[in-house]
């Protein structure tokens, strides 16, 4: 077997800031096993030989040929995304990636060719082109709607041309050096600076097209713009970058999804640096935050896809492109077999030697589960701007996971949504977060991009688990006033029977500071995990205080008789989100009412809450008004509202109970176990008290104060309650 | 290995009408391989054998294991369905079911032990019973809220015991047969008439268990009851049910849903037959209707469910009980390899002589794909009532599929949509039926029955696929006026480019007839089928007319503007299903402006149609008005609307195309190919043109006549177009 790790093949390869190497016939610069001479045919058996390669050689092969019956076509410019000449150039470029490292391979001169006629067509349009005349955005690019997708291109391109350049005439490629890449990396850098650079994810993919290309042509200058910023002061650059984007665990400002799309042009400029440049010890800067952030990435998804927060599409999850990259990087640098297990349930992996190592030791059994766990993710470049609480009951994909977003802002595409929380359990997402309003690529639906549904909805705290003052957003749905904020984190507990998560707001609203408690507790009367949630809400005058709840499921029982608007019906508000609900039904129901029951799949939940005041409101509702072009999902949610108060009490019970079996006609336990919740408060600390039908009581005391060794007293089940800490439980 | 087929083990079986055996330390009668002397360690070995039917030893040792660790509890019957003592009756005739099985499987005493035990349990409880508290039907049960339970818990619970009765002592055998059985089987024939004479599937069950309990306990008289009903005339009972529930074709009346339900008892009761009395040649009677039945049970489903006709759960498919007993049973009878398929789908198979046949030929990879086609089911005893005609562009679980419902009623579960229509496609119901509103055993809904939303909704004709006039349901949803008619098959044609199936209802409506034709028709333009779908309504009046079309997706795109109710939304109309249906839109579509597409999953569908009458409607809604206990599903639906005239024809074609990837970030061809959709008329004979993008023209001439040998005349495109039958393609 050919040894796949760089230290065999980058052997005498360039140190810090040397020359690279020099321009004649040239070896491939962007991948380890193509940079190696002689090596295709064992590469050709290799390929063969382990199935996850094999496949993905196949699957290669079928894109190319199908192109290659379909003939070179690089139509003008003129669509915006999902558009004809949108994806047209798309399928391009996976086709110049696909053909360039086919033909290394599997040797076979015809795929090498038709990347070539294809590079040579862009060689004759691109040099013609202005501004896309479907730009839109500040930054329109020349072959797509917005710079950001010419990114995406370039990044893929330059890896297939890099593939097959040494296999070309001086003349070819000196034209498609100069008319193509050249071109559009002075495009994509010195051209737009004000995308270059930004410290932003749009950048991110210039810089990788940039540098790749820099690596590519041998031009030192290209690759120092692209490591250091354009004026190479390192004030910018993807070094700059790796400082200011990721949090020290990993954890990267926009959120789960823009963290895997950042991530492909990350790893992929790190692996070119790495093999190009080994002296920089790319992947051990900031302790190794690249591979952290890949390991990190994974852990921010659920049977799958990622958690849904801020701007994001719920198709996304592990099984994508960026993540077949990063999986592949990750694993041929640190052989951890935890990532083959992400590798066998994508079923993908790249056609690279990273991806051949993956394919072989999958194949050899090596692969272990990944140990996904609790843990508190901090935010921010220092790990001091708030942070995301992730709880786990446990490691698959039917254990409850409680997500609670205590993080920053998250630049242009956050959400203004604060200690809110989404709940998943029994492979379902349960408490939802809508994610973005946005269908992509579908060009009917506002030309593929995010719709104005997503400012007017997806974007507003109302369309999320968590607190409203007055029908407005947090922060007025300000971002340049949210981005100074962010929440402080308070306690954080991840194993055991009592599994914790608090964080504390001050400043979404002027004058207004809410805490909260989130809870997962076992207990033996409970098949299933409670989710316990104690929202704690002051101001400095009276306010209408909402709190929404957004599941997923069909209502099966509620403890209350609501007042229906069954022949007409209203809608909640006219503004911040509440245009768009459309009122079922309100009710003031007692404490010993307040709950309501739903099934989702194969499983009842049943959630159960005190009222938040006096006169406390539940209203029920649907998402869908205001939305005449059928922009919205449709999705109920329940919202509990106290009003004219200055300080309220959000305390709730979530309970996942029960069985229904349609298909073997059973029903188990569709009714709530509990019988009665209650709260008693002393100073800041709280008991919650849930008693059983049984007539047990799990007795949870908790405390705002995260210091462990302060001592709390709360007066209740007949006697004084004392710990020290932010919790202790006292069940009976 | 031993030979399972019944010929070796009941050689010298009983013959027609002979005496059955006597009843000295009894054999069991009711599996040919637990009757035969000493086969229990050969079934053991064989049992570990073969992995289909070794799991499911272990499933059923599970089950019993834990009941034997819960203990015996029968407890007085209280609550309805879903509730607990409801339950834990099912919980126990599965126990004694597979107790007694496992007992004779595996040797092992304790499993005979505990089935004994429970049983003696009931020979206390049975005798104290009287009508059950929570009866609410004509026919309360004993055990059971209604009759039909106790009849299944009979089913379920003689075979379980025919397995241990030889075991027993002569004291505990009588003890039992006397005190449960026998008075069970006199409470299910004798002391309810008006349920075992007849002709319906609550009936059947009630004959299977009382028949199966006259073999085991070799009483004749009981047997004979079951098979010609109690006065012994065959006017009743389960010939006369196997005479008249199933049609020629196998089509069970009452619909998919209760086909299944029904051939459960069916198929066992004809087994006990088969084995003690093979000289009636059950299997043989009516050409093999019993067999037939289950093959058509198969036909009835997409993607391992059935079609959703009348009162329907959609949950229940391929993998259910009443399936698992079926193709064991048509498969030691008929060696049919593709019924291994569906055992394999099901990966579930039943505890005797039948299953193991099915798990060794399984494990013995004879399985061979099931053949699902096109097919016309004719309804009714003499198969002259209608019929359900089933369209497939293929055999697999992505292909398209198009049911027309052209049957007769079908009894109380029959829903009030003559000619409606359901469509598959790529996995998915697209052109949906809602089923029945019930949660199957969900206590908290209505005692998990049939809710009120089921009579208000569901059985209406607006909650179907199907024409509406003046707002009311066909036959005014009057079963009484219902039940005499049926639809008139005109063409049917199952396979080629052209595939379709059309019928003619009068009399749903005073003076109004309706003709409806559906085509499935291939065209090397289009990558999936295009369903033209041609409905001519003539009155003797003017009158209002109604076309629903309920889709499940979200809408991508309109090619009209409607008049939208943003801000408050109205109900549709008052009764006859119309009071549930909340109005997002309204609009009157030019034809070039009259199309919908929407997306389902990961294909686009595209709606286009043609005004059936100047100044025709558009209405676009979704379900969920006045239904304050969320008893319904929320779904979107379509109204073309009619008015004022006397005859009008709804012309429209469904396009599914293009693909949406969220994850792989392409979308291809999200919009129509279709240009133009044309209708030409000359009297009885249509022609409908689909002019593409392209300029390509698919051309259909259709006539409701289905003489092959008349000829018909449209002018049309230029020219005359003239063919001979029902349909013609004139494609340019």
């Known amino acids: 077997m050919m040894d796949l790790s760089r230290r065999t093949v980058l052997a005498g390869g360039a140190g810090l800031m040397a020359p690279l190497v020099a321009d004649a016939q040239p070896r491939p610069a962007l991948d380890p096993v193509l940079m190696a001479p002689g090596s295709a045919a064992q590469l050709a058996a290799d390929g063969r030989r382990y199935p996850l390669f094999a496949a993905e050689v196949e699957r290669a092969r079928r894109q190319v040929e199908t192109a290659i019956r379909a003939g070179v076509n690089v139509p003008v410019p003129k669509d915006s995304g999902g558009g004809y000449t949108h994806e047209e150039h798309?399928?391009?470029?996976?086709?110049?990636?696909?053909?360039?490292?086919?033909?290394?391979?599997?040797?076979?001169?015809?795929?090498?060719?038709?990347?070539?006629?294809?590079?040579?067509?862009?060689?004759?349009?691109?040099?013609?082109?202005?501004?896309?005349?479907?730009?839109?955005?500040?930054?329109?690019?020349?072959?797509?709607?917005?710079?950001?997708?010419?990114?995406?291109?370039?990044?893929?391109?330059?890896?297939?041309?890099?593939?097959?350049?040494?296999?070309?005439?001086?003349?070819?490629?000196?034209?498609?050096?100069?008319?193509?890449?050249?071109?559009?990396?002075?495009?994509?850098?010195?051209?737009?600076?004000?995308?270059?650079?930004?410290?932003?994810?749009?950048?991110?993919?210039?810089?990788?097209?940039?540098?790749?290309?820099?690596?590519?042509?041998?031009?030192?200058?290209?690759?120092?713009?692209?490591?250091?910023?354009?004026?190479?002061?390192?004030?910018?650059?993807?070094?700059?970058?790796?400082?200011?984007?990721?949090?020290?665990?990993?954890?990267?400002?926009?959120?789960?999804?823009?963290?895997?799309?950042?991530?492909?042009?990350?790893?992929?400029?790190?692996?070119?640096?790495?093999?190009?440049?080994?002296?920089?010890?790319?992947?051990?800067?900031?302790?190794?935050?690249?591979?952290?952030?890949?390991?990190?990435?994974?852990?921010?998804?659920?049977?799958?896809?990622?958690?849904?927060?801020?701007?994001?599409?719920?198709?996304?999850?592990?099984?994508?492109?960026?993540?077949?990259?990063?999986?592949?990087?990750?694993?041929?640098?640190?052989?951890?077999?935890?990532?083959?297990?992400?590798?066998?349930?994508?079923?993908?992996?790249?056609?690279?030697?990273?991806?051949?190592?993956?394919?072989?030791?999958?194949?050899?059994?090596?692969?272990?589960?990944?140990?996904?766990?609790?843990?508190?993710?901090?935010?921010?470049?220092?790990?001091?701007?708030?942070?995301?609480?992730?709880?786990r009951s446990g490691p698959s994909d039917a254990d409850a996971v409680l997500v609670m977003k205590n993080t920053a802002q998250g630049q242009g595409h956050g959400h203004f949504d604060k200690l809110s929380l989404v709940f998943y359990d029994n492979g379902e997402e349960v408490l939802t977060d809508y994610g973005a309003a946005r269908f992509l690529n579908v060009e009917t639906k506002g030309g593929g991009g995010y719709l104005p549904e997503n400012t007017s909805w997806a974007k507003q705290t109302v369309a999320h688990n968590t607190l409203v003052v007055d029908e407005t957003s947090h922060f007025g749905a300000d971002r340049a006033k949210a981005d100074p904020a962010h929440p402080k984190p308070l306690a954080f507990v991840g194993a055991g029977a009592t599994r914790i998560a608090s964080a504390r707001m001050r400043g979404a609203y002027e004058g207004v500071t809410f805490t909260r408690t989130l809870a997962m507790l076992a207990h033996p009367e409970f098949e299933h995990p409670l989710i316990v949630d104690l929202l704690k809400v002051s101001s400095s005058r009276p306010a209408q205080y909402d709190l929404p709840l957004h599941f997923a499921g069909h209502i099966t029982d509620l403890g209350f008789k609501p007042t229906s608007n069954i022949a007409e019906r209203p809608v909640l508000g006219r503004r911040a989100g509440y245009q768009h609900v459309w009122v079922d039904g309100r009710a003031r129901p007692t404490p010993e009412q307040a709950r309501v029951t739903w099934l989702l799949k194969n499983r009842f939940y049943s959630y159960r809450f005190l009222p938040a005041a006096p006169d406390a409101e539940m209203i029920l509702g649907e998402t869908g008004a205001n939305d005449p072009s059928f922009n919205l999902r449709r999705q109920p949610l329940l919202i509990q509202r106290a009003s004219g108060v200055r300080d309220a009490v959000f305390t709730s019970v979530l309970e996942p109970h029960g069985e229904y079996n349609g298909a073997a006609e059973y029903t188990l336990q569709p009714r709530s176990r509990i019988a009665r919740l209650e709260r008693l408060s002393q100073g800041d600390a709280d008991v919650v008290i849930v008693e059983t039908l049984g007539g047990r009581r799990l007795v949870l005391g908790l405390s705002d104060d995260p210091d462990p060794a302060k001592s709390h007293s709360v007066a209740a089940l007949g006697r004084t309650l004392t710990w020290k800490g932010p919790w202790a439980r006292f069940d009976q």
Chains 1, 2 share one sequence.
Not at 346 to 370: I, M, S, Y
């Open 90 to 391: 798309k399928r391009n470029y996976r086709t110049i990636y696909n053909a360039g490292l086919l033909s290394r391979i599997t040797g076979e001169r015809r795929y090498a060719e038709h990347a070539r006629e294809l590079l040579l067509a862009y060689a004759r349009l691109y040099p013609t082109l202005g501004r896309h005349p479907a730009g839109r955005e500040e930054l329109p690019g020349r072959l797509f709607w917005q710079t950001l997708n010419d990114s995406v291109w370039l990044v893929n391109s330059i890896q297939g041309y890099d593939a097959i350049r040494g296999q070309l005439t001086d003349a070819d490629r000196r034209t498609i050096d100069e008319q193509v890449f050249r071109r559009m990396a002075s495009f994509l850098s010195d051209e737009t600076p004000q995308n270059f650079n930004l410290i932003h994810n749009h950048a991110t993919w210039a810089l990788a097209g940039v540098g790749m290309t820099g690596y590519a042509l041998r031009d030192r200058l290209m690759v120092e713009k692209a490591l250091q910023g354009l004026d190479r002061s390192g004030n910018a650059g993807f070094l700059r970058q790796l400082d200011l984007l990721f949090s020290p665990d990993g954890y990267y400002e926009e959120g789960p999804y823009y963290q895997r799309y950042a991530l492909m042009p990350f790893v992929l400029l790190a692996r070119a640096v790495d093999l190009n440049e080994p002296g920089r010890r790319i992947f051990e800067r900031r302790e190794g935050i690249l591979l952290k952030a890949i390991r990190t990435a994974v852990q921010l998804s659920y049977n799958g896809y990622f958690f849904p927060l801020n701007d994001a599409i719920k198709d996304k999850g592990l099984d994508t492109e960026e993540l077949h990259h990063a999986v592949a990087i990750a694993y041929a640098r640190t052989r951890d077999p935890a990532l083959l297990s992400i590798a066998n349930r994508q079923q993908r992996t790249v056609l690279t030697g990273d991806g051949l190592a993956v394919a072989k030791d999958l194949n050899a059994g090596l692969a272990r589960p990944f140990p996904f766990a609790s843990m508190m993710l901090r935010d921010g470049p220092d790990g001091d701007r708030g942070g995301l609480a992730i709880l």
